[in-house]
């Protein structure tokens, strides 16, 4: 960059401006996120110890599903519940070639890790990942991208090349329990060229962008568990859904 530019540039910084809406703005609590369209987010804030999903109660009490059913991680937490403009933001993340947004996502990710899994020693963070011809079509996997934003801030090591997605899955929540295993089955194999007893007693983040069933980072966990001694999995997403009915 030329001097003259640099001079220029700082006498006239960039004005920043939400991701979101498009506005420009002065102060906002996160990095290209404007403190109106954050406004719209619902944090979730009280939800069930074991999956993360809202409930009326906190702190105590396990939904359903976590009452019933084996679990190959030890927790999951999510910052916000899944509708509103983060819906709406994570939509666009997705599917309207919008990949830039996982930087306020992921700001807020780092929030909720410094906060809720600091303390926990985590060892690796990990992508849940795309199956190929997914990733060709979109461009990018929004897990990917926000697992590399918490990685750099948080300074652990990133691992995206342990697992992957041999097939794509269709839509799993639409899915009854049993249909939504089925449809799990064999999605996720290890990497033939990695030395897993690296990771042995190690502790892995997974990042995906929605925790709804929790199906698929169960499958991954399980695949993980196989193959790996004395591992303890979390999991941490940006949004999950709120069982409270409406
Ligand atoms: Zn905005
Ligand atoms: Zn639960």
């Known amino acids: 960059m030329k001097i003259w ?14 991701y979101y809406c498009g506005q420009d703005y002065f102060r906002s609590e996160v990095k290209h996120l404007c403190d109106n369209c954050l406004s719209g987010f619902k944090f979730n804030e009280s939800f069930c110890t074991k999956c993360g999903r809202e409930l009326l109660t906190n702190g105590e009490e396990l939904c359903a599903d976590c009452q019933a059913d084996k679990y190959y991680f030890k927790m999951a937490r999510s910052c916000f519940i899944y509708q509103g403009t983060a819906r709406q933001l994570l939509l666009r ?7 830039e947004l996982a930087e306020p996502i992921g700001d807020l990710l780092y929030v ?14 990990m992508p849940v990942p795309l199956h190929v011809e997914r990733l060709s079509m979109r461009g990018y996997n929004q897990s990917l991208l926000l697992a590399e934003i918490l990685a750099k801030k948080t300074g652990i090591k990133l691992v995206n090349d342990l697992l992957f997605r041999d097939k794509n899955t269709l839509p799993l929540f639409s899915l009854s329990k049993e249909a939504r295993q089925s449809e799990l089955d064999g999605v996720f194999r290890m990497s033939m060229h990695k030395n897993y007893q690296m990771y042995d007693n190690t502790n892995i983040l997974i990042v995906d962008d929605i925790y709804t069933t929790g199906s698929t980072v169960n499958e991954v966990s399980k695949v993980l568990q196989a193959n790996i001694n004395d591992l303890s999995i979390y999991i941490l997403t940006p949004a999950t859904v709120s069982l409270i009915a409406n």
């Open 5 to 18: 530019q640099k001079i220029i540039d700082w006498i006239y910084p960039e004005q920043p401006y939400c």
């Open 93 to 99: 993340m997705k599917y309207l070639d919008q990949p």
């Open 112 to 125: 909720y890790f410094c906060e809720n899994y600091n303390n926990l020693s985590i060892d690796y963070i």
